[in-house]
C-alpha cells in the first residue's frame, strides 16, 4: 500500500496501529527501568547505576522510537511493527485488504533483502 494510493480511512488506521506500536514498545522499554530501579531499592543498584539507566533510555531506544514513530512514515513504522511482531494480526482485524497486502509485500522484500527464507503468510481473519 503507497500512501498516495490509500483511502482517508486506510490512513487514519495506519496512524492509530503506529500509535498502538510506539505505546507497546515504549511500555516494555519503560519497564525496564522500572526493574532497574526497584534493584536500587533493593540495594543491588546504585543511584547513579539507575540514572546511568536512565540516561542511555533517553539517548538510546527512547530516541529511535521517536524518530521510528513521529519523524517517520506512520505506514513504514506500521509495517516494521508487524514485521518485528510488535503488532499482531490481530490488531490487523479491521485493516483493508489493500493495507493487509501491503504489509505482506514489506514482509517479503525484508526477508529478501535479509536473505530469509519462510513460508507464505496466511492470514488470520478472526
Request: glycine residues 6%; proline residues 2%; contains cysteine.
Amino acid at each position: 500500500m503507497m500512501q498516495h494510493e490509500s483511502t482517508k480511512a486506510d490512513r487514519k488506521l495506519v496512524r492509530k496501529l503506529a500509535s498502538i506500536a510506539w505505546e507497546r514498545q515504549l511500555r516494555d522499554e519503560l519497564a525496564k527501568i522500572g526493574g532497574v530501579i526497584s534493584e536500587m531499592t533493593s540495594g543491588d543498584l546504585s543511584p547513579f547505576d539507575v540514572n546511568e539507566c536512565v540516561h542511555e533510555f533517553h539517548n538510546g531506544i527512547s530516541r529511535e522510537l521517536y524518530n521510528l514513530y513521529a519523524a517517520s512514515d506512520p505506514w513504514f513504522a506500521v509495517c516494521r511493527a508487524h514485521f518485528d511482531g510488535v503488532l499482531t494480526d490481530e490488531d490487523l482485524v479491521n485493516a483493508s485488504d489493500s493495507v493487509r497486502a501491503g504489509l505482506q509485500q514489506f514482509a517479503e522484500r525484508l526477508q529478501e533483502y535479509n536473505g530469509i527464507q519462510t513460508a507464505p503468510r496466511a492470514w488470520n481473519d478472526g
